[in-house]
C-alpha cells in the first residue's frame, strides 16, 4: 500500500502567450505532464534551458505571472486540491505555511535594507502566530538545527558571503515547516564548495522534517547527489523518469543515454561524444516526440505521436517508442 | 628564429583600491602569478578558480584589458605595457582572441551575427567583400557550422553552443596564435557543452593553437587540459600537469575542490 | 525594415500614436497651408481689423489688419522649423558629447562633463535677454536657434552618457574592440540603437522648451519681427491689450495650435520610444524571455 502522494499533477500544459505591436507569439513551455511526488521524497526535475522545468514550478509553486497561462491540466497537493483553482487568499494561507517555493538566485532576494531577523519576522511571523519572544527563540533554535550561527539573525544580507545568503534563504523557507519546497537551482551561482554544503543542509532539513522537496536544476550532479527520484524533461514534456540510482546505471530514453554518457568525469579521460542539433523553438516544436530529430534511434512513428510514459518497472518510466514499440 | 616563449606570465599583480579618502585599503585580485606557454608546442592550459579567486582579472590582464599593478606579461617578447596606439593593439589582438562566458551577451543582440565575422576579416586580414565572405564561411565550418546557417541572422535566433560555436569562428579568423576562453561553457546547456569543448581540442590539435582556459568545472578541465593552475584568492596554490594534480592533489583547497566536486554518476 | 509598413502598423495598433500623428498631421497641414496664402505675412492693415471669426476671416482679424487663420499659417510653420532647428543642432552636440564620454571615461569623461556641467548650470533666460541686447537687430530667427541649441544640450548629455557607460562594460562591447572595430564605429553602430528611445524622448523636451523659451522670450518684446511666429503674434496681441479689448481670438488661435503641436509631439514621442526601445524590439523578434 502506498501513501497518498503530496503532490500530483496530470495533464498540465502551460502557454506563454504574447501580443506586441500586433504580432502574437505561443510559446508551449509545458506541454503535457504527468508526475507524483511521495512524501518525505526528493525529486529532481532535470532539463535544459528551454526544456520548461521553470516554467513547471513556476505553475506549481502558484507564481503565475501573465502572459504565462494555464492551459490545461490538474495540481493537487494533498494540503491544497486542485492548487489551480484557488483565489489570492486562499493561497496566500497554504504559502510559506504548507509550501515554500525557493526561488532562483533568491540570494539576492533578501531585503537589503532589513537585518536577516527582520526578513524572519516579514515572511514567518504570521504563519507561526507565536509572541515575539517565543518566535526569537524558534527562530535561533531553528537556525541552530541548520548549522548556522543564531547570531547572523542581526546582519544585513550584504555582510553575508554568497552561500551564507542562500542558507538563510533555505532556512526561511523552511522554518514554518512546510510539508512541500520547491527549490530553483538552488545551488546555481555559488563556488563548488560552498554548494556542496548547502545542498547537505537541505538533505538535513529535509530529513528532519519529513517534507517532499522538488528540485529543479541542469546540474545533473546535484541531482546524483541529492535527489531519490529523478525525472528528465524535454522541451516541455517528461521523457523519463525513475529512482535516481536507477535512470544514472541504465538510462533508457536516447535523450537521458546521451546526456549522461556526454558529461566529462575527474578520472575518465576518454573522448566524449556531444548530442547533435540544438534544443527545440518551443514557438514552433517539431511534431510527435519533440526529441525525434536529435534522436539516433528515430523512426517514422516518432515524427507523427507523442510517446506515451510507460512503466518499466520498479517506479521507472520512460517516453520512448524505441523502448516501448507502439 | 628566436623562442620567445609565446606567453609569459611574470610574476604579475592586480590590485584594487577601495574605500574613501580616510579608510582606503587595497584588494589584492592576482598575487604574485607566474607560469609560462612555449611557442611552438600548442596546449591547453587552464586557469581553475571560484570566484573571487582572481581568475577573471587574470585573463584581463593577458588580453591586455587589464594593466597589472606590478609584474610583466610578455606576449612573443614583447611586453604588454609598450603596446601603444592603434596599428600595435590590432597586431596584438591579431594573435591573441578572447572567447567571453556568456554566449547571448557576445553579440549585440540588435545586429546580425555575420556583421562581426565580416568586420573581424576586413580588419585583421585586410579582405575585401569577397574575400570576407570566404573566410567567414571557412572558419564557420571549422566549427561545425556554415554561413548559410549563420548568414542574416539574430543572436537570438541560435541557441547557446551554436552562438559561442560562432564567437569561436570570429576569433579564429585572423588566425590567433593563442585563444583566451573565460569560462566559454559554463552557460551552455549539457547537452551541447560538449561540441565547444571537443572543439578547443580540435584547435589544439589540428591549428596548433594554445588556448588559455579558465573555469570553475574540475571534470571538463580534466578532460581536455594539458596543465592545470588551481587559483584561490589571486595565488596559485597548485600547478601542473592535468591529469596528475587532479588524480591526486597536493594542497588542501585543491583537496577540498576536488572532493566537492558532484560527479554525474550513480551512488554519488 | 519597411519603414512604412512599420508606421502603419503603429497606427493601427497603437492609440497614442494615432492621435498624435493625427495632431501632428493637422498641425502640418496647417503648416503647409502657407505657402498658399493670399496675404504676405509682415504686411498690416489688408483687411478690416478686429472682425470676430466668420466668413470669410474663418480665425477673425488682428487689430493690426491682418487675417488671423493665414497668419496663423506662417507663424507655426516658423515655430515648428524654428523648434526642429534647435532640436537637432543640440541633439548632434549631446550625442557626441554624451557617447564619447560614457565611453572614453578618464580624463576625456572628466574635462567634458566639467565643460557640460557649466552648461546646465548657466541661467537661461538672462543670458538669452543679454544676447539680444548686444545683437539687436541681428538676431534673427536662426541665430536665436543657434544659441539655444549650443545652450540646450548639456541635460541630454548627461543622459546619453549613462546609458554609454553601462554599455562600455557589455560582452559585446569587448567583442567588437576585438573584432577590430574603432572607437567611432563601435559608437555609431553598436550602442547608438541603445541610445536612440532617450534621444527621442529628450528630442520632444527639447522642442517644446526651445518653443516654450522662444514664446517667453517673444511676449517680452525679443523676437524677430521679421518673422512672424506664434510669439510674435501673442506679443503683438498683448501690444494691442487683445485680451481685454475682447479681441480673444487674436490669442486663443495661436495658443491652440502650439497646443496641438505639444501634446502631438508628445504622444507621437512617447508611442515611438516605446517601439525602438531595445527591450520591446526584442520581446518583438522574439529575443525576450
Known amino acids: 500500500m502506498s501513501p497518498e502522494p503530496v503532490l500530483s499533477v496530470r495533464g498540465l500544459r502551460a502557454y506563454y502567450r504574447t501580443r506586441h505591436f500586433g504580432v502574437e507569439r505561443e510559446v508551449r513551455a509545458v506541454d503535457g505532464v504527468d508526475f507524483d511526488v511521495e512524501r518525505n521524497q526528493i525529486y529532481g526535475l532535470a532539463g535544459e534551458s528551454s526544456s520548461g522545468k521553470t516554467t513547471l514550478i513556476k505553475v506549481i509553486a502558484a507564481a503565475l505571472k501573465p502572459p504565462l497561462q494555464v492551459v490545461a491540466g490538474r495540481i493537487d497537493f494533498a494540503f491544497a486540491p486542485n492548487l489551480l483553482s484557488l483565489d489570492a487568499d486562499a493561497l496566500a494561507k497554504v504559502r510559506w505555511k504548507h509550501l515554500s517555493y525557493i526561488v532562483q538566485g533568491s540570494m539576492s532576494t533578501l531585503n537589503p535594507v532589513r537585518r536577516i531577523r527582520e526578513s524572519f519576522v516579514d515572511f514567518a511571523a504570521r504563519h507561526l502566530a507565536l509572541p515575539r519572544a517565543a518566535f526569537e527563540r524558534a527562530v535561533a533554535e531553528h537556525l541552530q538545527r541548520v548549522q548556522l550561527d543564531p547570531a547572523i539573525v542581526r546582519a544585513y544580507p550584504h555582510e553575508l558571503s554568497g552561500g551564507m545568503r542562500q542558507r538563510v534563504t533555505i532556512a526561511l523557507a523552511t522554518i514554518c515547516r512546510p510539508e512541500f519546497i520547491v527549490a530553483d537551482e538552488p545551488t546555481t551561482a555559488l563556488d563548488v564548495v560552498v554548494q556542496k554544503e548547502v545542498l547537505d543542509m537541505m538533505r538535513s532539513i529535509q530529513r528532519g522534517i519529513g517534507s517532499s522537496v522538488l528540485l529543479v536544476t541542469h546540474d545533473l550532479g546535484v541531482h546524483a547527489h541529492l535527489a531519490d527520484k529523478l525525472g528528465i524533461m524535454y522541451a516541455g514534456r517528461l521523457v523519463e523518469e525513475g529512482p535516481t540510482t536507477a535512470v544514472f546505471a541504465q538510462p533508457r530514453h536516447p535523450y537521458t543515454a546521451h546526456l549522461i554518457a556526454s558529461l566529462p568525469r575527474i578520472g575518465d579521460a576518454a573522448q566524449r561524444q556531444p548530442l547533435e542539433g540544438n534544443p527545440p523553438n518551443l514557438a514552433a516544436p517539431p511534431p510527435g516526440c519533440r526529441f525525434h530529430p536529435r534522436c539516433p534511434l528515430a523512426m517514422d512513428v516518432c515524427k507523427r505521436e507523442v510517446p506515451p510514459m510507460t512503466s518499466l518497472g520498479s517506479g521507472h518510466r520512460v517516453a520512448c517508442f524505441a523502448v516501448n514499440p507502439a | 628564429m628566436s623562442t620567445s616563449p609565446l606567453l609569459e606570465v611574470d610574476h604579475v599583480s592586480k590590485d584594487y583600491a577601495r574605500g574613501g579618502l580616510l579608510s582606503r585599503h587595497r584588494l589584492r585580485a592576482v598575487d604574485d602569478v607566474s607560469f609560462t606557454l612555449e611557442a611552438g608546442r600548442a596546449e591547453i592550459f587552464s586557469i581553475i578558480g571560484e570566484s573571487g579567486s582572481g581568475k577573471s582579472t587574470l585573463a584581463g590582464m593577458i588580453l591586455n584589458v587589464v594593466t597589472p599593478t606590478a609584474g610583466h606579461l610578455r606576449f612573443e617578447g614583447t611586453d604588454l605595457a609598450q603596446i601603444r596606439g592603434r596599428d600595435a593593439h590590432r597586431r596584438f589582438m591579431a594573435r591573441v582572441q578572447p572567447i567571453f562566458q556568456n554566449p547571448f551577451e557576445s553579440f549585440n543582440p540588435l545586429k546580425q551575427l555575420d556583421h562581426y565575422l565580416f568586420i573581424t576579416a576586413r580588419r585583421f586580414v585586410g579582405a575585401d567583400e569577397a574575400q570576407a565572405q570566404r573566410l567567414a564561411d571557412e572558419a564557420l565550418v571549422k566549427v561545425g557550422l556554415s554561413l548559410a546557417e549563420v548568414r542574416g541572422r539574430f543572436p537570438h535566433e541560435l541557441s547557446g553552443g551554436q552562438l559561442q560555436r560562432v564567437a569561436v569562428a570570429r576569433a579564429l579568423i585572423p588566425s590567433p596564435a593563442l585563444i583566451v576562453a573565460d569560462e566559454p561553457v559554463s552557460m551552455v546547456d549539457a547537452s551541447l557543452r560538449m561540441a565547444i569543448v571537443n572543439l578547443f581540442k580540435t584547435l589544439r590539435d589540428e591549428l596548433g593553437i594554445a588556448i588559455v582556459y579558465i573555469t570553475h568545472d574540475l571534470a571538463t578541465a580534466y578532460y581536455i587540459s594539458d596543465r592545470i593552475a588551481i587559483m584561490q584568492r589571486g595565488r596559485v596554490v597548485e600547478s601542473g600537469d592535468a591529469r596528475r594534480v587532479l588524480a591526486d592533489p597536493q594542497h588542501p583547497y585543491s583537496r577540498q575542490l576536488k572532493g566537492a566536486v558532484l560527479q554525474p554518476a550513480p551512488g554519488a | ?289
Do not use: C
Open chain 3, 1 to 289: 525594415m519597411n519603414a512604412l509598413k512599420v508606421l502603419r502598423d503603429l497606427f493601427k495598433t497603437n492609440v497614442e500614436f494615432a492621435i498624435g500623428a493625427v495632431l501632428v498631421g493637422i498641425v502640418v497641414v496647417f503648416a503647409l497651408l502657407s505657402f498658399v496664402s493670399p496675404y504676405p505675412p509682415l504686411d498690416v492693415y489688408l483687411v478690416a481689423p478686429d472682425v470676430p471669426p466668420g466668413w470669410p476671416h474663418v480665425f477673425g482679424t488682428t487689430s493690426r489688419g491682418q487675417d488671423v487663420f493665414w497668419l496663423l499659417t506662417y507663424a507655426i510653420r516658423n515655430t515648428l522649423l524654428f523648434g526642429i532647428a534647435v532640436a537637432l543642432m543640440s541633439r548632434v552636440v549631446s550625442l557626441v558629447v554624451g557617447l564619447l564620454s560614457g565611453y572614453k571615461g578618464g580624463w576625456v569623461d572628466r574635462v567634458l562633463m566639467s565643460i557640460n556641467d557649466t552648461f546646465i548650470v548657466i541661467p537661461l533666460l538672462p543670458i538669452l535677454v543679454l544676447f539680444f541686447f548686444v545683437m539687436r537687430d541681428r538676431m534673427t530667427s536662426g541665430w536665436l536657434a543657434v544659441t539655444m541649441a549650443l545652450l540646450g544640450w548639456a541635460y541630454d548629455a548627461r543622459l546619453i552618457r549613462s546609458v554609454a557607460m553601462s554599455l562600455r562594460h557589455r560582452e559585446f562591447t569587448r567583442t567588437s574592440v576585438f573584432s577590430g572595430m574603432t572607437t567611432r564605429e563601435i559608437l555609431q553602430r553598436e550602442h547608438l540603437p541603445y541610445v536612440l528611445p532617450i534621444v527621442f524622448s529628450t528630442t520632444l523636451n527639447n522642442m517644446n522648451w526651445s518653443i516654450g523659451l522662444e514664446v517667453t522670450l517673444s511676449v517680452l518684446g525679443f523676437t524677430d519681427i521679421n518673422t512672424p511666429s506664434i510669439g510674435g503674434m501673442m506679443y503683438w496681441a498683448n501690444q494691442h491689450t487683445a485680451m481685454v479689448a475682447g479681441i480673444w481670438w487674436w490669442i486663443a488661435f495661436p495658443v491652440l495650435a502650439v497646443m496641438m503641436v505639444f501634446i502631438g509631439l508628445y504622444l507621437l514621442a512617447v508611442s515611438i520610444n516605446e517601439y525602438i526601445d531595445p527591450r520591446s524590439r526584442l520581446s518583438r523578434i522574439g529575443a525576450g524571455a
